[in-house]
């Protein structure tokens, strides 16, 4: 595939299923903004209604559930992509069905890459003479691993065979796939932007009631965090399926016609 081809299809995925995709993605999302209303609540009441304590309590807790919805999301999309790009039918309970048996490799990928993703920051980030080529690291990182979901739903190996595998099927386009990760970054900071904007005008509507503006604020969080998941799982599919094709031959078809006599 072309780049402008990798960077079209994952939405084309998308759209494909959105029924299942947006029906799993938005339960997810309800649940977790429920718990960050409850534990913002609860801790607001053990701080006596304090100020900083409900604002650290909304930060932590949104953060926290962001990463698990993440984990969730990637969770049912791959498979309903891995379905589609085989042109195979499939529910969102049969998405949710095929989670569980990889559910603890998924939980130690998110772990390692949030671990990666957080270190190569903190190198990166005192001197603003490190931020880019830190930024291009991370990108390259990001890039090698994105077909390491893919393999563990399809080929059912093990999460290290897994990551072996995905820096083996980037090899030679690792710098395409590093500026694929960066061009969907841009495209979920402008996709952002209405969000930013709907925030602000139901702001006004509502005023500046504290419980809005955490609902709100968290609630923006959330669906530009479970967007992007979703936009990275469909990615890491049609990168999946785009390097088998193109150092295996997937797409090649040999015919099994009788020999002739």
């Given at each position: 595939m072309t780049w402008r081809e990798l960077a079209d299809l994952p939405f084309a995925v998308?759209?494909?299923?959105?029924?299942?995709?947006?029906?799993?993605?938005?339960?997810?999302?309800?649940?977790?903004?429920?718990?960050?209303?409850?534990?913002?609540?609860?801790?607001?009441?053990?701080?006596?209604?304090?100020?900083?304590?409900?604002?650290?309590?909304?930060?932590?807790?949104?953060?926290?559930?962001?990463?698990?919805?993440?984990?969730?999301?990637?969770?049912?999309?791959?498979?309903?992509?891995?379905?589609?790009?085989?042109?195979?039918?499939?529910t969102a309970r049969t998405a949710t069905a095929r989670l569980l048996p990889v559910s603890g490799r998924l939980l130690l990928n998110q772990v390692i890459s949030t671990a990666i993703g957080v270190g190569i920051l903190l190198l990166g980030t005192p001197l603003i003479i490190t931020l880019i080529p830190a930024v291009i690291w991370l990108a390259r990182v990001r890039g090698t691993r994105w077909p390491i979901v893919p393999v563990l739903f399809a080929e059912s190996t093990p999460y290290a065979a897994a990551v072996r595998r995905a820096k083996l099927l980037a090899t030679g386009r690792v710098m395409p796939l590093a500026g694929l990760w960066l061009y969907l970054r841009g495209v979920l900071l402008v996709l952002a932007v209405p969000v930013a904007g709907l925030l602000g005008f139901l702001s006004d509507i509502s005023g500046t009631h504290r419980w809005a503006v955490v609902t709100l604020l968290s609630g923006a969080a959330l669906l530009i965090s479970a967007f992007a998941a979703a936009v990275d799982a469909a990615t890491a599919v049609v990168v999946y399926l785009d390097r088998r094709c193109g150092r295996e031959g997937l797409d090649i078809r040999i015919s099994t016609g009788q020999a002739a006599r």
């Open positions: 998308l759209q494909h299923r959105i029924r299942p995709i947006a029906g799993l993605a938005g339960a997810g999302l309800a649940a977790a903004l429920g718990i960050v209303v409850g534990v913002t609540a609860l801790v607001s009441l053990a701080t006596d209604d304090s100020s900083a304590g409900t604002a650290w309590a909304a930060i932590l807790s949104t953060a926290c559930c962001a990463w698990v919805l993440r984990l969730w999301i990637v969770g049912v999309t791959v498979p309903i992509g891995l379905a589609v790009v085989h042109n195979r039918p499939i």
